[in-house]
């Protein structure tokens, strides 16, 4: 008899979270992650990974023995890939981690098994993966559920997200659908929406391609706005007033690890179609150019007027405001692109969310605006909204903080 229901394989942020929620229902779940120190910490019940609420359920459900992790799979009925996709050079998805994790099970399926696929994935790599499993173990063909179900939490919020937000199921089949949707209704309490493999695929794919455009829209504005001069946020709060209107908020890029990246993955393999979606990732990677360009230019201007070089706060490095996650933040390429062959000047660079950065020496966000000349906001973080500048200074906003 097979000791675990369930194996999970990947345990960072979702994988992590997800096997203690199904663990905690009770059901046996075995967690495989390639990263020995990953696994002894969670089989002492500890975690490495920063969640709210994480470190209660990780501490309880190996107590009660519902979870242990191990660096190879192990046989059960259940199969769930978590694995990274992140994307290789010239922007292609790189989906080997799925591969590897999926060989790594092939051996132990039996029939009756369900093999499902949550890692963010191109259309299509469900049906790859099932081809590369019957083409491994030809007598299982047809006698498998295999399906894919994208992941779409709040990091922050993932232990409430797991179970109340709602989750598209897509199998290879109808059956191989409604068996995955069976598995998720004993954890979720959201609605799952059946559908197939390659449009579960392509959903995740879209909800955060869809946010890249709209955040391109109004970063184009933005670049509009200021040839133009015309304040954004003045506009952009008034076409908002317009009953069909809801323009999102310019800053100086997108970044993160799903918004930033998962356009990618439709581009590279449409790209004859996929027009707008390319090109807002243009005008998002675009915007973080052009404010460092603005950041330079303030500096030579000051430095014309006032006979010396200006010193420099740039406030910010995380990707969104509020959160302690650098993962592509545009804010650290315009602090990059702005450092780069400039050893004279004297910068400031804040970020109040962690203590200590590997290549910047980070400020006090109030020392900072404090000593600087021209003070630089790059990310909306709540520190920032009132700031209290100092007469004489120059301030860049591009996030719209001080004016929100
Ligand atoms: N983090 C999020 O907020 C989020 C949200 C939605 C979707 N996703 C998607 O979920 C997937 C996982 O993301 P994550 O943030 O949990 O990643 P992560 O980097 O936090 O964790 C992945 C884990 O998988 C392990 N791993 C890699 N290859 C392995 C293998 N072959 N066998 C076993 N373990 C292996 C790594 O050591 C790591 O611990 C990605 O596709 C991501 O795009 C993430």
Same mark, same amino acid.
């Given at each position: ?46 975690i490495h990974i920063v969640e709210p609420e994480l470190d209660k359920a990780v501490e309880k459900a190996v107590k009660d023995g519902f979870l242990t992790a191990g660096t190879k799979a192990t046989q059960a009925d259940t199969y769930l890939v978590v694995v990274p996709t ?91 659908? +409604? ?23 392509? !959903? ?47 800053? !100086? ?82 602090? +990059? ?5 400039? +050893? ?54 591009? !996030? ?5």
């Open positions: 008899m097979k000791s675990y229901k369930v194996v999970t394989i990947g345990l960072g942020y979702i994988g992590l979270p997800t096997s203690a929620l199904i663990a905690s229902n009770a059901v046996k779940v075995f967690g495989v992650d390639i990263n020995p120190k990953v696994v002894e910490t969670i089989n002492q019940g500890k992140p994307f290789k050079e010239r922007n292609e998805p790189d989906i080997s981690y799925v591969e590897s994790a999926t060989r790594g099970i092939i051996p132990l399926l039996r029939a009756g098994d369900l093999y499902i696929i949550e890692s963010t994935s191109p259309v299509g790599t469900t049906e790859k993966m099932m081809e590369l499993i019957y083409q491994e173990r030809p007598e299982l063909k047809d006698k498998l559920y295999i399906a894919y179900c994208p992941e779409r939490v709040l990091p922050g919020n993932v232990m409430y997200e797991l179970v109340y937000n709602d989750r598209v199921v897509g199998g290879i089949d109808e059956k191989s659908t +409604n068996k995955a949707v069976e598995f998720y209704k004993q954890f979720v309490k959201g609605e799952l929406h059946k559908t197939n493999a390659r449009t579960a695929e392509m !959903c995740k794919l879209t909800e955060n391609s869809s946010r890249d455009v709209q955040i391109a829209f109004a970063n184009e504005l933005s670049l509009i706005c200021d040839k133009a001069d015309i304040n954004v946020w003045e506009l952009i709060n008034l076409a908002n007033k317009h009953p069909r209107v809801n323009i999102l908020q310019p800053g !100086c890029g997108v970044g993160g690890h799903c918004i930033a990246v998962d356009p990618y993955f439709i581009t590279a393999d449409f790209p004859a179609e996929a027009k707008i979606i390319s090109k807002a990732r243009e005008v998002n990677n675009y915007k973080s150019f052009w404010c460092a360009e603005k950041i330079k230019n303030a500096k030579l201007e000051f430095e014309l007027e006032n006979g010396r070089k200006p010193k420099i706060a740039l406030m910010g490095l995380a990707f969104k405001p509020d959160i302690d996650d650098l993962r592509e933040s545009p804010a650290v390429y315009v602090v +990059n692109k702005v450092l780069e062959n400039d +050893n004279s000047s004297e910068y400031f660079i804040v970020e109040p969310n962690i203590e200590t950065h590997k290549s910047f020496d980070l400020t006090d966000y109030k020392i900072a605006i404090e000593k600087a000349d021209v003070i630089v906001v790059l990310v909306s973080h709540q520190e920032f909204k009132t700031l209290e500048m100092g007469a004489g200074k120059v301030l860049l906003d591009f !996030c719209g903080s001080t004016t929100a």
